[in-house]
């Protein structure tokens, strides 16, 4: 049985929905967070993420936090949901890489633009515009990051667009990607779970 350690409309919201997605046994554990942006919140003595934030999940005594991790632990540890590629597998390298590129270029530029840092800074312009480029082109190839398969990459990028939306210029390829991934069966369970109501009438 995995524990998610989860804060409700935060970075935890989207391992719900890789749980759902994977259909792996799991229990929610609610922690309170200290949430920078807002200046609300308090850090949890229950919490075992080494920076007291979200997520962090516990298999059994193997404790794993941050999202790239987890989504990498996870869609490795139950490889027949599809939505990773393992190792010896070709496509393994695209998946690591897609992984690495939302921590490393999508995150950054995002922020970036939430936080108007960009008219001043033109070097966090062309990234954030080279960051478009990619995922624009991507998308206007394939529904998925991966081609026709959705995968755990697609859960962190089209979570970061459900929220983060106002950060991306118009766009109908990311307009339509973000309305794939809400639709999901598994992001719309997520969804319902994702508070401390939806977590008691899953106990």
């Known amino acids: 049985m995995i524990t998610l350690f989860h804060a409700p409309q935060s970075r935890s919201s989207r391992m719900i929905w890789l749980l759902e997605e994977l259909g792996a046994p799991y229990a929610i554990q609610p922690v309170s967070i200290f949430r920078p942006m807002m200046g609300t919140g308090s850090p949890d003595p229950i919490n ?3 920076d007291k934030q979200v997520p962090a999940i516990l298999d059994g005594d ?3 936090a941050e999202s790239v991790a987890i989504v990498l632990y ?3 540890a139950f490889p027949l949901a599809g939505l990773g590629r393992v190792v010896g597998d070709p496509r393994r390298g695209d998946y690591l890489t897609w992984l690495a590129w939302y921590a490393a270029a999508l995150e950054p530029a995002m922020f970036a633009s939430m936080g108007q840092e960009l008219e001043a800074a033109p070097m966090k312009q062309r990234g954030y515009d080279a960051v478009v480029h990619r995922l624009e082109s991507r998308l206007a ?3 998925w990051l991966m081609g026709e398969h959705f995968s755990g990459a697609d859960i962190l990028v089209g979570s970061a ?3 983060g939306r106002p950060a991306f210029p118009a766009s109908d390829l990311l307009d ?3 309305a794939r991934c809400r639709a999901r069966p598994a992001a719309i369970r997520a969804m319902a779970l994702d508070d401390v109501e939806g977590v008691q009438r899953a106990a």
């Open 48 to 50: 075992p993420h080494p």
């Open 62 to 64: 193997t404790l794993v």
């Open 74 to 76: 996870l869609t490795d």
């Open 141 to 143: 190839e394939a529904p």
């Open 161 to 163: 667009l459900g929220w």
């Open 176 to 178: 339509a990607y973000a």
